[in-house]
């Protein structure tokens, strides 16, 4: 079964750092993009980025340049997203997803990470 | 980046009846690269419709898409109670992104 399974729920003060993470199963791991989605408290869905696993090739939204590091260690099927500095309005739920065609960022997201909910608050 | 608009907002509808979405992009879509999600409370985007018009695996017949360019339509023919949630379009052209999503609620 192809599966991604996302790493716990944070809860962190402002100013701290964080990775999570997102493991990839069933499928071969670095022949697909593995991209990650914000969603704010009842908000919608926001595209943050996406890396390719095979030779860390990222892409950033502009609106998400500079606020996180996306990477992925192929050796244990992971992707990661990082911050260094964490934000209140970091609080959201976060989303890896992996695109339908292998070897294609262009296309729609058709397996989904459960979620990780990162709660920053002093 | 393109923008794309979802209306109305919200659509309250009874089961059985038909809903119309409506995806608007402030610049064309290229290659028709337009989806269609289906999210749920405390669960994660289902995707629908890719390609602007093809049901992804295990998709109802009861969920179409269509348009082209600019101006994108998702239809659910006749609405089952677990089609009540929210929806979401994609373009994953240039630099993706989503709309802002349309909630589909019970009358």
């Known amino acids: 079964e192809v599966q991604l399974v996302q790493s716990g729920a944070e809860v962190k003060k402002p100013g701290e750092s964080l990775k999570i993470s997102c493991k990839g199963s069933?499928?071969?791991?670095?022949?697909?993009?593995i991209g990650w989605v914000r969603q704010m408290p009842g908000k919608g869905l926001e595209w943050m980025g996406i890396?390719?696993?095979?030779?860390?090739?990222?892409r950033y939204s502009p609106s998400f340049q500079g606020q996180v590091t996306i990477s992925a260690d192929k050796s244990i099927s992971t992707a990661y997203l990082q911050w260094s500095s964490l934000k209140a309005s970091d609080t959201a739920m976060y989303y890896c997803?992996?695109?339908?065609?292998?070897?294609?960022?262009?296309?729609?997201?058709?397996?989904w990470g459960q979620g990780t909910m990162v709660t920053v608050s002093s | 980046e393109i923008v794309l608009t979802q209306s109305p907002g919200t659509l309250s509808l009874s089961p059985g009846e038909r809903a119309t979405l409506s995806c608007r992009a402030s610049?064309?879509?290229?290659?028709?690269?337009l989806a269609w999600y289906q999210q749920k409370p405390g669960q994660a985007p289902r995707l629908l419709i890719y390609?602007?018009?093809s049901r992804a695996t295990g998709i109802p017949d009861r969920f179409s898409g269509s348009g082209s360019g600019t101006d994108f339509t998702l239809t659910i023919s006749r609405l089952e109670p677990e089609d009540f949630a929210v929806y979401y379009c994609q373009q994953y052209g240039s630099s993706p992104t989503f709309g802002q999503g349309t909630k589909v609620e019970i009358k």
């Open positions: 890396i390719y696993p095979g030779d860390s090739d990222t």
């Open positions: 997803a992996r695109p339908l065609v292998y070897g294609d960022y262009h296309d729609a997201f058709d397996i």
């Open positions: 069933g499928y071969s791991f670095t022949s697909y993009w």
């Open positions: 610049q064309s879509v290229s290659s028709s690269y």
């Open positions: 390609g602007a018009s």
